[in-house]
C-alpha cells in the first residue's frame, strides 16, 4: 500500500453490504478525537465498517493552512481564520480497490466570533482543482451537520482524496465580523459513506494493426511491440485504439504497454508519415543560394544540398548533424556540397568550413617505402624507364597508359617540382584488405582482363580493384585479374602474371586542418564602440556596425542627432553575466535566440546547448492569471525559429561567467520615434494576480519614467548585483537601456524617446502620499501609503501594487500587509480618512541594527506614529527616525503606522440648540438634525465601510462591535464630514 501524506483522521468501518453489481459499501465515521492539547495537528480515532478496511487507509492526522491551533480545545479546533484559510484530512484507495465516494457528513461548530461560513470541499490532488459540495451556515454558535450527499467521486486505486473545510466568509456566527480568537472546530459523528469495487486479478491482452503493409504487431503479456514497415511510416492520431473490453495504454515511441480492466484488444494505428523539414544552420557563414529550410512535398523526395560561405580564410567542407568547435578531424556523417539528402525525421544540418592549420610542407608529395604505408588518399604513380622517369597523365592511348617525363625519381617533391601534366590519383579503399580502386576523379583505372596487355579508364567498377606489393619504394601494383601495371617504353601498360613492375607511389601530405560550424571570421571593422560607463550621440549615416557594452552596475547609451540612424550592419549588445544568475533584459532591436554567441577569449562562439548551459525566457502573463500563483510562470523562448522581440521582457541566464553578444539583422534604424503598444488583459479573480507583464525599455539611451512613459503608474526591477527586486513609482526611476521590468497593467503604453540621459531629479512630493523607508548600512528599501477620496481597502489594479518580495538578498524589505487577502503590498492606496492604521512588514537579512524614517509625507499630518509591538511607545516619524534590531527574517506582526491627519469631530452629549448632534451613551449611538437627504456610514479607523446606517432612524445599537475609535461619514448632498465615534 502506497505511502500517503498523513492528515488528518482514522475512521472505523461499520457495515458492509454486497450488492448485485460487486460493489461493497462501507461507512467510515468519527468515532472520538484525542484531547491533544498544545500541537497544532489534532490526532483522533475511528472505526470502521466492514471491520477489516484493507480496501483504504486514512492519515492520522489534520493539516491546517493559514490557521492556528487553539491550545485550550484540542481536538479539530482552529482560530485565527482568514477567507481562504482551511484544515483538512485525506483517504487513499488501497491498490486493487477503487473507491466510490456518495456522501461526506460532517459535525461543525464555531465560537460566536468564528467564521459563519464554512465550505466542504473534496480534490484527488492537494494542488486542487477543489469542488465545492456544500457550505455551512452556522448561526448562533450551533452545531451543525453539513451533508454532502448524492456524490459519485470517483478514488481510483493509489490516489488519495482530500477532504478539506474552507472559511468563505469574515462575517461570524453571531453576524459579526470573524476575530483572531474565533474558533471554528469539528465534532465527533461525521463520517465517509461510499462503496468499493475489487479489481479483476488478470485480463487477456490481444492487438492488430489497421494497416499491414504499413507496420505489423507483437504481443508479449501486456506489452504490445509496433513494428513501421519503413522510415515513412508514423502513427496515426490517435496511434491506437482500445476496439475490445477497456484499457489504458502508454505508448513509448514503438512500445505500447497496456494496463487492462478486461479482456481486452488494441489495435495500433499505423500512417504514412508526414514529410520532412530540413532546416540548414549556416553558422556565422551563410548560404550561397536557397532558403534555409526544406520541406518535402513527399516522404521520398531528397534536397540536394547547396554551399555556405563563411570568409576567405575558411572553405566549405559540408553539412553534419551537430554543430562542430574546432577540431582536427573531419565530422561525421559529412553531407557535401550537390548531394542529394533524405531526411527521416525533422532535423537541423549545420554546416561545417575547414581551413589549413599551417603551411604545406617543403615535401608536398612523399615517396611511399613499405606497402602498409598505403591508406585511402591522393597519389601519384611513377616509373623509370630507361634513363628517365616517368608520371602518369591519367590518359590512355591504344591500350597504353601517357606519361610526361621528369628528371630523376626522388624520396620527395615539393608542390611546384612535380611534372607539368602528372595526374593526382584517387586511391579509395574496398573494404578488403589492401584492395584499392583508382580513379582520376571520374573513370576508374582498370586492366582489361580479357585482352593481355591493356589498359583502360571505365565508368564502370568491374575489374578495377588493385594490390600493390613490395618493398623499398618499388611497387607491383596488381589489379585483380592478376594483370600487373608497369612501364613500358616511356608509358604504362599491364601484362598478365608478370611481377618485374618497377612502380614508385607518391602520397600526397596532407597537411593538419580545423573544422568548425562558427569559424571565428574577421569581423567587418566597427565603427562605435561604446563602453558600459559611456554615453555616445552619433550623426545620421555614419555608422556600420554599433557595439554596445552592459555590465552589472552600468551600460553604453546611444542617442541619435539630425534624424534617425541607420546602422547598415549589425548591432550588438555585449553584456557580461555571472554564472548561473537570472538578469532581466530587453532589447530596442529584434535577436534571433539561435545567434546569440558567447566569448571565449579567443573568438565568438555559440554558448552550448540550449536550456542546459542557457536560457532564455518569458514570463506568462496569462498562466499566472489563471493559477493565480506568482511561482511557475516562465516558459523558455524557442530556440530556431525564437526571436526577442522590442519592447518585450525576458530573463537570461548562462552557466558560467563570460560575455553574451546578442546581434540584430543588418540595417536597424535606431529609434528616435514614439513607441507604444499594447499588453493584453489576462484578468484574475484574485485581483493582484491580474494582468502581470514583463515588458522593456525599447530605446538605446535612459528615460526618465515621470517624463517619458505612460500607461502605468509603478514598475518592478531586478537588481542582479544584489539578486532583488525593487518595486518603484514610475515617477521615481530612470530605466537603462535593455532594462526589463514588471508592470500590472492591461491596454496601451507609450513610450518617448529622450535623447539625453536625464539628470537625477528627485520626483515632487504629493499631498496624499507618505513614504517610508528602511534600511542598513549598505542597502535601503520603500513602502508608500497613498490616502484618497476614493481609496479602498480593495487591491485596485494601478492605484495598489504586490510588494515583490526577495528573501535570502542582502537587502532589507519594507511593505504595508493586507491581512483581508494575506497580501504584502509595495504601494498602497486607502481611504483619506482623518486617522489611519496600516500593519507594516519587514524582511531583515541578517540580525543587527535597522532604521525606519519617513522620507516624505502629507502636509495635512500633524503625527505619523510608528508603534512597535515590542515596545508599545509609539514613535512620531514626523519628528526623527526610529532605530531598532531586529532578527534575520520576516517580521508581519511587531510594527503598525498611525497616520493622524487633521483633528476630527467628537461625539458628545446634546446641548440645547444643535442642528446636527452625534452622541454615544451605553450601547447606543444617537444622530439627530441630519436634513433628509444624509447619507451615514460607520467605519473603522482604516476607513473600511462596516454599514450604512438607515437614514430615517436616529438610534443604532453599537453592542455587536468591538470598544474603540469608528468613525461616521455623513454626506448631504456634495457636503461631506467626518465624525469620530468614542464607543
Not at 345 to 371: C, F, H, M, Q, R
Request: aromatic share 10%; net charge negative.
Amino acid at each position: 500500500m502506497k505511502t500517503i501524506l498523513k492528515t488528518a483522521c482514522l475512521f472505523a468501518l461499520l457495515t458492509a453490504n454486497l450488492n448485485a453489481v460487486g460493489q461493497t459499501a462501507f461507512t467510515m465515521t468519527l468515532s472520538s478525537i484525542t484531547n491533544n492539547t498544545g500541537v497544532d495537528n489534532d490526532i483522533f480515532t475511528s472505526t470502521f465498517s466492514p471491520a477489516s478496511p484493507t480496501y483504504a487507509t486514512t492519515s492520522g492526522k489534520f493539516t491546517a493552512v493559514g490557521l492556528e491551533h487553539n491550545d485550550g480545545a484540542g481536538r479539530a479546533n482552529y482560530k485565527s481564520w482568514a477567507v481562504g484559510d482551511y484544515f483538512y484530512y485525506s483517504i487513499t484507495a488501497a491498490e486493487g480497490y477503487n473507491l466510490t465516494v456518495t456522501a461526506i457528513n460532517s459535525s461543525q461548530r464555531s465560537s460566536n466570533t468564528g467564521p459563519r461560513n464554512v465550505a466542504v470541499e473534496t480534490a484527488i490532488a492537494l494542488g486542487g482543482p477543489w469542488t465545492t459540495h456544500v457550505t455551512s451556515n452556522l448561526t448562533n454558535a450551533n452545531d451543525n451537520d453539513n451533508n454532502a450527499t448524492n456524490l459519485n467521486i470517483a478514488v481510483n486505486a493509489g490516489e488519495t482524496l482530500y477532504i478539506r473545510y474552507r472559511c468563505t466568509t469574515t462575517t461570524s456566527a453571531n453576524n459579526g465580523t470573524v476575530v483572531s480568537d474565533g474558533t471554528h472546530r469539528l465534532n465527533s459523528g461525521g463520517s465517509i459513506v461510499g462503496t468499493y469495487t475489487v479489481a479483476a486479478p488478470s485480463y487477456s491482452v490481444s492487438a492488430t494493426s489497421n494497416n499491414v503493409v504499413l507496420g505489423t504487431v507483437s504481443v508479449n503479456g501486456k506489452v504490445i511491440t509496433a513494428a513501421p514497415a519503413d522510415a515513412c511510416t508514423g502513427y496515426a492520431d490517435p496511434a491506437y485504439t482500445v476496439t475490445s473490453g477497456t484499457a489504458t495504454v502508454v505508448q513509448e515511441g514503438n512500445v505500447f504497454t497496456v494496463t487492462p480492466t478486461s479482456d481486452c484488444s488494441v489495435q495500433i494505428n499505423f500512417v504514412a508519415a508526414s514529410p520532412y523539414t530540413v532546416t540548414l544552420n549556416a553558422g556565422s557563414g551563410s548560404l550561397s543560394s536557397g532558403s534555409a529550410t526544406w520541406t518535402q512535398s513527399a516522404c521520398a523526395d531528397e534536397l540536394t544540398l547547396p554551399a555556405a560561405t563563411a570568409c576567405d580564410t575558411w572553405t566549405f567542407a559540408g553539412w553534419t548533424t551537430s554543430s562542430v568547435s574546432e577540431q582536427s578531424d573531419p565530422p561525421t556523417p559529412l553531407y557535401l556540397n550537390g548531394e542529394n539528402y533524405r531526411p527521416t525525421a525533422n532535423i537541423t544540418l549545420y554546416a561545417v568550413y575547414t581551413k589549413v592549420s599551417g603551411s604545406v610542407s617543403e615535401s608536398g608529395w612523399d615517396k611511399i617505402t613499405d606497402a602498409s604505408a598505403i591508406t585511402d588518399g591522393i597519389y601519384l604513380i611513377a616509373a623509370t624507364y630507361s634513363d628517365k622517369d616517368y608520371f602518369f597523365n591519367g590518359t590512355i592511348a591504344s591500350g597504353h597508359g601517357q606519361s610526361v617525363a621528369a628528371t630523376s625519381i626522388a624520396d620527395s617533391y615539393a608542390v611546384d617540382d612535380i611534372p607539368s601534366g602528372a595526374i593526382e590519383m584517387t586511391f579509395s579503399s574496398t573494404g578488403t584488405a589492401g584492395q584499392y580502386y583508382i580513379t582520376n576523379g571520374s573513370n576508374y583505372l582498370r586492366a582489361n582482363a580479357k585482352t593481355s596487355g591493356n589498359l583502360d579508364l571505365s565508368t564502370t567498377t568491374t575489374n578495377n580493384k588493385w594490390n600493390a606489393s613490395g618493398s623499398a619504394g618499388s611497387f607491383s601494383l596488381i589489379c585483380e585479374n592478376g594483370a600487373n601495371l608497369r612501364s613500358y617504353s616511356g608509358t604504362f601498360r599491364t601484362y598478365d602474371g608478370k611481377t618485374n613492375s618497377v612502380v614508385y607511389l607518391f602520397k600526397k601530405s596532407t597537411p593538419s586542418a580545423l573544422y568548425n560550424s562558427n569559424p571565428d571570421c574577421p569581423p567587418e571593422e566597427t565603427d562605435i564602440v561604446v563602453d558600459a560607463t559611456e554615453t555616445t550621440t552619433v550623426e545620421a549615416s555614419t555608422v556600420t556596425t554599433l557595439t554596445i557594452r552592459s555590465n552589472d552596475t552600468g551600460t553604453g547609451e546611444v542617442t541619435a542627432t539630425g534624424g534617425s540612424v541607420s546602422v547598415t550592419g549589425c548591432i550588438y549588445l555585449e553584456k557580461e553575466f555571472s554564472a548561473n544568475k537570472w538578469y532581466f533584459i530587453s532589447f530596442p532591436y529584434r535577436v534571433k535566440v539561435s545567434e546569440i554567441q558567447k566569448w571565449n577569449g579567443g573568438a565568438w562562439e555559440y554558448p552550448g546547448a540550449y536550456l542546459n548551459d542557457w536560457e532564455v525566457a518569458l514570463y506568462n502573463t496569462q498562466r499566472r492569471a489563471t493559477n493565480e500563483s506568482a511561482t511557475g510562470n516562465w516558459q523558455p523562448v524557442a530556440y530556431d525559429d525564437g526571436y526577442l522581440e522590442v519592447g518585450q521582457g525576458y530573463i537570461f541566464v548562462i552557466a558560467e561567467n563570460c560575455t553574451v553578444r546578442f546581434p540584430s539583422a543588418t540595417g536597424i534604424t535606431l529609434q528616435n520615434s514614439a513607441f507604444n503598444t499594447t499588453l493584453t488583459d489576462y484578468t484574475s479573480t484574485r485581483t493582484w494576480h491580474s494582468n502581470w507583464h514583463l515588458t522593456g525599455q525599447p530605446y538605446f539611451a535612459s528615460m526618465s519614467g515621470n517624463n517619458n512613459i505612460s500607461g502605468f503608474n509603478y514598475v518592478t526591477i531586478w537588481n542582479a548585483a544584489d539578486d532583488t527586486y525593487s518595486d518603484e513609482a514610475i515617477e521615481d526611476v530612470t530605466l537603462k537601456p535593455f532594462t526589463a521590468m514588471f508592470v500590472q497593467h492591461s491596454g496601451s503604453i507609450s513610450f518617448t524617446p529622450q535623447l539625453l540621459r536625464p539628470s537625477s531629479v528627485a520626483a515632487a512630493v504629493k499631498s496624499n502620499k507618505y513614504r517610508l523607508e528602511l534600511r542598513n548600512a549598505s542597502h535601503s528599501d520603500r513602502t508608500q501609503i497613498t490616502l484618497s477620496e476614493d481609496g479602498t481597502p480593495d487591491y485596485v489594479v494601478g492605484r495598489d501594487y504586490l510588494k515583490t518580495l526577495t528573501t535570502g538578498s542582502p537587502k532589507p524589505q519594507l511593505y504595508t500587509i493586507d491581512r483581508q487577502n494575506n497580501i504584502n503590498l509595495a504601494f498602497n492606496d486607502l481611504y483619506k480618512a482623518n486617522e489611519v492604521q496600516v500593519d507594516l512588514g519587514i524582511y531583515a537579512p541578517a540580525d543587527g541594527t535597522y532604521t525606519i524614517a519617513l522620507t516624505s509625507s502629507d502636509v495635512e499630518a500633524r503625527e505619523v506614529l510608528l508603534i512597535d509591538n515590542l515596545t508599545t511607545e509609539p514613535v512620531d516619524l514626523l519628528q526623527g527616525e526610529y532605530i531598532f534590531t531586529a532578527s534575520a527574517g520576516t517580521a508581519n506582526n511587531r510594527f503598525k503606522i498611525l497616520i493622524k491627519r487633521a483633528d476630527i469631530g467628537t461625539s458628545a452629549n446634546p446641548t440645547d440648540g444643535e442642528q446636527f448632534t452625534v452622541y454615544v451613551q451605553e450601547t447606543v449611538l444617537t444622530v439627530k438634525g441630519q436634513p433628509a437627504d444624509t447619507h451615514l456610514s460607520l467605519m473603522d479607523v482604516n476607513g473600511r465601510k462596516l454599514f450604512d446606517l438607515p437614514a430615517a432612524a436616529e438610534h443604532f445599537d453599537l453592542s455587536q462591535l468591538a470598544r474603540g475609535v469608528y468613525l461616521l461619514y455623513v454626506q448631504t448632498g456634495d457636503t461631506r464630514s467626518i465624525y469620530k465615534v468614542l464607543y
